[in-house]
Nanobody, 123 residues
Framework: QVQLVETGGGLVQAGGSLRLSCVVS????????MGWFRQLPGKEREFVAA????????SYADSVKGRFSISRDNAKNTVYLQMNSLKPDETAVYYC????????????????WGQGTQVTVSS
């Protein structure tokens, strides 16, 4: 019914930047609150950032505040995660997710997930 595809991952040096994109198909992105999560090697998936369906409300994990920025372009059915000043311990698979109801910081609240994109931060 709904498909999410993340792009933009790759290898970046510590202190560098990447911008991840998540394209939503099947439904317009304006129908959902959207979130970004990441899964570090050997760890559980953790919350990174989320944005309401109109973009008026946002939430960030404490660890990324001031460095990461979530945004959306509903006309393009796309959500972005701009990541600046990346650290080696942020090497992870990054996932986008869609929530039918509201902005959330918990994985169990999300209804649809992308396949993930690998981000590797070298020291």
């Amino acid at each position: 019914q709904v498909q999410l595809v993340e792009t933009g991952g790759g290898l970046v040096q510590a202190g560098g930047s990447l911008r991840l994109s998540c394209v939503v198909s099947g439904r317009t992105s304006s129908s959902y609150a959207m979130g970004w999560f990441r899964q570090l090697p050997g760890k559980e998936r953790e919350f990174v950032a989320a944005i309401s369906l109109r973009g008026g409300s946002i939430s960030y994990a404490d660890s990324v505040k001031g460095r990461f920025s979530i945004s959306r372009d509903n006309a393009k059915n796309t959500v972005y995660l701009q990541m600046n000043s990346l650290k080696p311990d942020e090497t992870a698979v990054y996932y986008c997710a869609a929530d039918r109801y509201r902005l959330s910081r918990t994985t169990s609240s999300y209804d649809y997930w992308g396949q993930g994109t690998q981000v590797t931060v070298s020291s």
